[in-house]
Every structure is written in structure tokens, then in C-alpha cells.
């Protein structure tokens, strides 16, 4: 490291002045001291030449020692003077390069190189070391990356527990982390703990990030549906509701969120008059929720429509019967009818679809139209009818008469085989069976009789009648 380089280079700098200051003083010093024998030498040479010659060589010999003495001396302060500054450099150096590894990148390149040679209990330890950090607090993609990375060290040696975290402390610094999603979704599918996936998919619809939720889209189920749809009717609504197989739908009427206050849908919805909010959802066996679907409904009763009577034609002259029906009646309503120009109730005549008979002379034909609601139309048409016969009525009785005394039933007399008496009272033209008949009572002894006789206007044909009005039953007399 450079750092480390220019240390070492300023040290040997201070090592070499030291050395080079101690060798200067250890030169003046001996220089010093040579001076010195040479003023010896010279005060004594006033003494005799032997003595002079002795006492130089042994003065000589002596500051040979003691300059010998003092260089070792210099030599050894120098020599402790470099030992001492090479262990305070070697401390210096020592604590630097230990600094240089006290820190967040140290840790976290030695955990990348852990997990290339697959050491991941060694890069863990790193890692985890770089995380004490303050960088290994902060939100930089360099952090996160090595974040990511002590998770699969993590899953690698099985520490599942650790794995979760770390990815949920990944998601604390960067909510829109697609890989901690992505993880986080597999670690709770295998758990199949669907309450933690649950809470994980409303985090990532709070990040508002389409990508992200749509790595839930297997577990989020779709939309439920309304049928019919909404919009505007004039007649009440079953509403049904449909979702994802094993879904349960909630629903509310009053326009509130079904996510707060629903019922369960079990059965169909009936609508009434007036707007209904539906609104509704649905929730899949992990219990994950859908969106929430809102449907509006207008429901505004018309009441039925007008009916139809028929004919056209109000005016007849004919042999055959006028039969009148009615139309025009919608699903779900009840039609009734007066022929006297009251106005019908729900009491009167019900219509059911087969047509009636108009008697001969003015009819007055009132038709009540009523619905499920109570909501009613009415329609009215008066009719004249005027049937014509080929036989009179005087003739008819004369062909009855013929066909009783022919079969024995009265004799030329009219009286019957227990000698009563018996005599006919004319009562109406009635159209029985598609035929035009002249009804009669039949009176025995002055006693009318709970039948009747009478003969076809266009045939002359004689009939034995019974039944009661509106059912009358005809059967040929021989």
C-alpha cells in the first residue's frame, strides 16, 4: 500500500540523521581528544629526552585505549539508538498496517474473496465483520450487493433464520429490492408459511412498483365478477358472484369497504328500487386478497306494460262466436278482466292465456295488468256482437221438442213417462264448443232441472247441456 510504502521511507530517513548525528559527535569527540595530546606533548618536552621518550610512548599507549573505549561506546550508542528506533518503527508500522485493516472495505473485500473459493463460513465472518461499520448501516449499492451475498452465505451453510433477516434488513434500506422479494417469496413458499408472504405482498404493494408485486402474481388471486353487470334496470336484480376455484368473496350493499365490514357470499344478492354500491372481493386459501370491485346498480320499476286486447275489429254480425284474448302481459304479471265495465281487481276474472267468448249485444272488455311490485296497467275496449243464425230461435225449440218426443223422452203431449208435465224457457244464444246454440231451461213439473237442451242456430243439431257457465259440456240427443 502506499501508505505503508512512505511510512518505511520516513522512518529510514530518521534512522539514517539519527546515525549520521551520532557519528558526527563521535568524530569531534576523538578529534577533541587528539588535540589535546598534542598540548600534552609539547609542555613536556622542557624534560630530559629518556624520560621524555618513556613517558610519551606510555601516554600514548593510554589514549590509544581510552580513544579505543570511546569509539566502542559511540559505536554501542548508536547501535542501541537504531535498536531503539527500529522497534518504535517496527510498533509505528505494526499499528498502522493494523489500522489500515480496521475498517469497512478491509472486511468486506476479504468476504468476497471467501465466498469465490466457496469459504462461506470465512466470508460470513467478514461480512458480518464489515456490517459493524457505519457503511455497513447505510443504503449504498455496494452495501447491499455484499447484503445479498451474505445471504446465500447464509442459506449455503443452512442458517435460514439468518438468511431471512438479512434479506428483511436489505428491504429496510432498499424497499424496492427486487432480489430480496424475489428470496424472501421462495423462503416462505417452501415454509409455506403464507401469513409471512401475505404480510411481505402488502409491503411490496405499498412500494407502488408493478415488478415487484407481479412476483406474487401465482399466489394473488384475480378479480372476482358480477352477474349480471352493473348498470341500470327497471326490474329487481339476483346478483351472483364468481372467482378463483377455493376463493371466498365478501361483499358489502352500502358502499363501504368490504375489507373492513362484509358478508360472506353464499348465496345470490337481490337488488331492490333504488342504487346499490356493490362492492366486493376475494380471498384464495393462502389468504391473499384481490383487488376490490365495485359495481353500481339503478333499479327503477316502470310498472307493466299496457296490454294488448284482441280483436281489432269492435263490430260483429256473424254466425261464429267472437273470441277475445289478450297480450302484451310481462313475465312475472297476472292480467284480470271485467265484460261489464267495472274496473277489474285481483278478485275478478283471472286471464290465463285462453281466449273468451263474447255474448251477443255490447260488451265492455276492462283488462288489469298487475306486477310483482303491485305496480298495475289497464287497458279497456267495448265490443258489439250480432250473431247471425239459420235457424230462429222459435225453430230451435221446435228441433228440440222433435228430438225428445223421438227418443221417447216426452210424448206428443210433453209430458214425460211419469205423466209430469214438462215445458222449456228460452235463456240465451251461447257459443259452446265452437257451435252457436240456443239454450233452454228444462222444466219438469214447473221445476227447473240442473241441465239444459238446446239446438245448434246453423245445423238444428239437439244437445243435452251441462257444466255450469264458462264450462258448458254438449252432448248429442238422438
Same mark, same amino acid.
Given at each position: 500500500?502506499?501508505?505503508?510504502?512512505?511510512?518505511?521511507? =520516513?522512518?529510514?530517513?530518521? #534512522?539514517?540523521?539519527?546515525?549520521?548525528?551520532?557519528?558526527?559527535?563521535?568524530?569531534?569527540?576523538?578529534?577533541?581528544?587528539?588535540?589535546?595530546?598534542?598540548?600534552?606533548?609539547?609542555?613536556?618536552?622542557?624534560?630530559?629526552?629518556?624520560? +621524555?621518550?618513556?613517558?610519551?610512548?606510555?601516554?600514548?599507549?593510554?589514549?590509544?585505549?581510552?580513544?579505543?573505549?570511546?569509539?566502542?561506546?559511540?559505536?554501542?550508542?548508536?547501535?542501541?539508538?537504531?535498536?531503539v528506533i527500529g522497534a518504535a518503527a517496527y510498533f509505528v508500522v505494526r499499528a498502522a498496517f493494523n489500522?489500515?485493516?480496521?475498517?469497512?472495505?478491509?472486511?468486506?473485500?476479504?468476504?468476497?474473496?471467501?465466498?469465490?473459493?466457496?469459504?462461506?463460513?470465512?466470508?460470513?465472518?467478514?461480512?458480518?465483520?464489515?456490517?459493524?461499520?457505519?457503511? *455497513?448501516?447505510?443504503?449504498?449499492?455496494?452495501?447491499?450487493?455484499?447484503?445479498?451475498?451474505?445471504?446465500?452465505?447464509?442459506?449455503?451453510?443452512?442458517?435460514?433464520?439468518?438468511?431471512?433477516? #438479512?434479506?428483511?434488513?436489505?428491504? =429496510?434500506?432498499?424497499?424496492?429490492?427486487?432480489?430480496?422479494?424475489?428470496?424472501?417469496?421462495?423462503?416462505?413458499?417452501?415454509?409455506?408459511?403464507?401469513?409471512?408472504?401475505?404480510?411481505?405482498?402488502?409491503?411490496?404493494?405499498?412500494?407502488?412498483?408493478?415488478?415487484?408485486?407481479?412476483?406474487?402474481?401465482?399466489?394473488?388471486?384475480?378479480?372476482?365478477?358480477?352477474?349480471?353487470? *352493473?348498470?341500470?334496470?327497471?326490474?329487481?336484480?339476483?346478483?351472483?358472484?364468481?372467482?378463483?376455484?377455493?376463493?371466498?368473496?365478501?361483499?358489502?350493499?352500502?358502499?363501504?369497504?368490504?375489507?373492513?365490514?362484509?358478508?360472506?357470499?353464499?348465496?345470490?344478492?337481490?337488488?331492490?328500487?333504488?342504487?346499490?354500491?356493490?362492492?366486493?372481493?376475494?380471498?384464495?386459501?393462502?389468504?391473499?386478497?384481490?383487488?376490490?370491485?365495485?359495481?353500481?346498480?339503478?333499479?327503477?320499476?316502470?310498472?307493466?306494460?299496457?296490454?294488448?286486447?284482441?280483436?281489432?275489429?269492435?263490430?260483429?254480425?256473424?254466425?261464429?262466436?267472437?273470441?277475445?284474448?289478450?297480450?302484451?302481459?310481462?313475465?312475472?304479471?297476472?292480467?284480470?278482466?271485467?265484460?261489464?265495465?267495472?274496473?277489474?281487481?285481483?278478485?275478478?276474472?283471472?286471464?290465463?292465456?285462453?281466449?273468451?267468448?263474447?255474448?251477443? *249485444?255490447?260488451?265492455?272488455?276492462?283488462?288489469?295488468?298487475?306486477?310483482?311490485?303491485?305496480?298495475?296497467?289497464?287497458?279497456?275496449?267495448?265490443?258489439?256482437?250480432? @250473431?247471425?243464425?239459420?235457424?230462429?230461435?222459435?225453430?230451435?225449440?221446435?228441433?228440440?221438442?222433435?228430438?225428445? #218426443?223421438?227418443?221417447?223422452? +216426452?210424448?206428443?203431449?210433453?209430458?214425460?213417462?211419469?205423466?209430469?208435465?214438462?215445458?222449456?224457457?228460452? @235463456?240465451?244464444?251461447?257459443?259452446?264448443?265452437?257451435?252457436?246454440?240456443?239454450?233452454?231451461?228444462?222444466?219438469?213439473?214447473?221445476?227447473?232441472?240442473?241441465?239444459?237442451? *238446446?239446438?245448434?242456430?246453423?245445423?238444428?243439431?239437439?244437445?243435452?247441456?251441462?257444466?255450469?257457465?264458462?264450462?258448458?259440456?254438449?252432448?248429442?240427443?238422438?
Amino acid at each position: 500500500m502506499k501508505e505503508e510504502f512512505d511510512l518505511e521511507e =520516513e522512518l529510514a530517513k530518521s #534512522i539514517a540523521s539519527i546515525v549520521d548525528e551520532e557519528t558526527a559527535d563521535a568524530e569531534a569527540y576523538v578529534k577533541k581528544n587528539s588535540n589535546n595530546s598534542d598540548s600534552d606533548d609539547a609542555g613536556e618536552s622542557a624534560g630530559s629526552d629518556d624520560e +621524555v621518550l618513556y613517558d610519551g610512548a606510555e601516554d600514548n599507549e593510554d589514549e590509544d585505549k581510552v580513544g579505543a573505549r570511546k569509539i566502542i561506546i559511540i559505536v554501542a550508542v548508536v547501535v542501541a539508538a537504531i535498536a531503539v528506533i527500529g522497534a518504535a518503527a517496527y510498533f509505528v508500522v505494526r499499528a498502522a498496517f493494523n489500522k489500515s485493516k480496521d475498517n469497512y472495505g478491509y472486511y468486506n473485500e476479504l468476504g468476497y474473496r471467501a465466498y469465490d473459493e466457496e469459504d462461506y463460513d470465512s466470508a460470513i465472518d467478514n461480512f458480518e465483520k464489515a456490517l459493524t461499520y457505519e457503511e *455497513g448501516k447505510s443504503d449504498s449499492d455496494t452495501n447491499i450487493n455484499m447484503m445479498l451475498y451474505l445471504y446465500e452465505c447464509y442459506k449455503n451453510t443452512s442458517q435460514d433464520e439468518k438468511a431471512e433477516e #438479512i434479506l428483511k434488513d436489505v428491504l =429496510e434500506l432498499d424497499a424496492d429490492n427486487e432480489n430480496a422479494y424475489y428470496n424472501l417469496i421462495s423462503i416462505y413458499s417452501d415454509e409455506e408459511n403464507y401469513s409471512e408472504l401475505v404480510q411481505l405482498y402488502q409491503s411490496a404493494v405499498d412500494t407502488g412498483n408493478s415488478d415487484i408485486t407481479a412476483l406474487f402474481s401465482r399466489y394473488v388471486p384475480s378479480e372476482p365478477e358480477a352477474s349480471p353487470d *352493473g348498470g341500470d334496470y327497471s326490474d329487481d336484480q339476483s346478483i351472483y358472484l364468481s372467482g378463483d376455484s377455493e376463493c371466498r368473496i365478501y361483499y358489502t350493499t352500502d358502499g363501504t369497504d368490504p375489507k373492513t365490514n362484509a358478508s360472506l357470499f353464499t348465496d345470490r344478492i337481490e337488488l331492490e328500487e333504488g342504487q346499490t354500491t356493490l362492492k366486493f372481493y376475494a380471498v384464495n386459501e393462502y389468504g391473499f386478497e384481490s383487488d376490490v370491485v365495485e359495481k353500481t346498480y339503478n333499479i327503477a320499476y316502470i310498472g307493466p306494460s299496457t296490454p294488448v286486447i284482441s280483436p281489432t275489429e269492435t263490430i260483429f254480425s256473424q254466425s261464429s262466436k267472437v273470441m277475445v284474448t289478450i297480450s302484451n302481459i310481462d313475465s312475472g304479471c297476472k292480467a284480470y278482466y271485467t265484460l261489464d265495465g267495472t274496473t277489474p281487481t285481483t278478485d275478478s276474472n283471472e286471464y290465463n292465456n285462453q281466449p273468451f267468448e263474447l255474448p251477443a *249485444g255490447n260488451t265492455v272488455v276492462t283488462v288489469l295488468v298487475v306486477d310483482d311490485h303491485g305496480m298495475t296497467s289497464m287497458a279497456s275496449k267495448t265490443y258489439s256482437v250480432t @250473431y247471425i243464425a239459420k235457424y230462429t230461435q222459435s225453430e230451435a225449440e221446435e228441433f228440440i221438442w222433435s228430438a225428445l #218426443i223421438d227418443n221417447k223422452t +216426452v210424448d206428443e203431449e210433453h209430458l214425460d213417462e211419469d205423466g209430469n208435465e214438462c215445458t222449456m224457457d228460452y @235463456y240465451s244464444l251461447k257459443l259452446i264448443d265452437d257451435k252457436s246454440i240456443y239454450m233452454f231451461y228444462y222444466n219438469v213439473d214447473g221445476e227447473a232441472q240442473d241441465y239444459w237442451y *238446446g239446438s245448434d242456430s246453423d245445423t238444428g243439431d239437439v244437445y243435452l247441456i251441462t257444466g255450469s257457465r264458462d264450462n258448458y259440456r254438449l252432448s248429442a240427443v238422438k
